[in-house]
């Protein structure tokens, strides 16, 4: 989701619910939320925070137990138009 406060600034969040065998088992679940920056209307920028748990599934699970993560990330993201295409760099 996005929330724009004004022309340069913004909130992204975003949720992620990551499972298998029809919903049955947790493989990861991911929350993020960040603060946007438009630096022209081809450019952003945006600096947040990312946690993310990852549960052991698959055949060859890489944890036996639930682990969790915690981190800032950083995104810029340049939006191109050639004729028809849009393209987005992230």
């Given at each position: 989701m996005a929330i724009t406060f004004n022309k340069k600034f913004g909130l992204h969040t975003e949720y992620?619910?990551?499972r298998m065998h029809f919903i049955t088992t947790w493989q990861q679940f991911?929350?993020?939320a960040s603060l946007t920056y438009n630096?022209?209307?081809r450019l952003s920028a945006a600096l947040g925070y990312v946690f993310?748990?990852?549960y052991p599934y698959?055949?060859?699970p890489s944890t036996k137990e639930p682990y969790p993560e915690n981190r800032i990330y950083g995104d810029?993201?340049?939006k191109i138009h050639i004729g028809n295409l849009n393209l987005k760099i992230e």
């Open positions: 992620q619910w990551r991911l929350a993020r630096i022209t209307n993310v748990e990852t698959g055949d060859h810029l993201k340049l």
